[in-house]
Structures are given as C-alpha cells and as structure tokens.
C-alpha cells in the first residue's frame, strides 16, 4: 500500500515471544488508526493449524482483515527471517527501513515518536 507506512509483523503461535508481544501490537494499531500507518500480522504457522490460529485472533481480538498465513513460510525465505518474532518496517516507496528481530515493547513512547515521525 503506497498510502501506508507498513509494520510487517512476523509470528506464529508457538512463539511464546510472540504471542507475548501481540497485545503490544494490537494497542499500537489502536493507537495509530488515525495515522498513516497499518500493522500486518503474518503468521508462519502451519496449515494445520489454521484452527489454532483463528482462535487466536479471536481470543485477542485482532482485526481479521489485518492477518495473513504465510503456512508455506515462502515470505519468510524471501525476507531471509533469522526468527520469531520479527518486524520489517516499510516506507510509503516500498523500502524496509527498520527490521526488528525479536520481542520489543511496541508501547514504547521513543518507539511511536519515531514510527509518527517517519510517517
């Protein structure tokens, strides 16, 4: 989306860093609904466990219309992921200019600055 500073959001359910840093997440998109920026969840579960994972959605309450499954983790090969979780952050060109691997505190006051400030 040329219109959207993009969070791509890398994870799986059983990443327990994951599913620790979600609500983080989800409290971030509430709070940059306004803006300009959109947070993608991609999930790199299985395909059998596509149950597990809409219940997980539901459970904390993320926008469906936010979540993708990647089940045959071809995203992940192309990014050249080294774990979970992990979030790109791409510009309005289509550029990543941020790649965070592993668990942060998206609730982080330094963090939204910024993410406000690059938007």
Known sequence: NKNKLLLINFWATWCAPCIKEMPDLKNLSKELAASDIKIIYLN???????NKVSEFIKKIKIEKKSVFIDHKMELS??????????TLIVNKSGK?????EGIISWQNEDIKNWLKSIN
């Open 44 to 50: 790199q579960d299985s395909f059998k466990n596509l």
């Open 96 to 100: 990543i200019i941020w790649r965070v």
């Open 77 to 86: 090969k192309k990014f050249k992921l080294r774990g979970l979780p992990t």
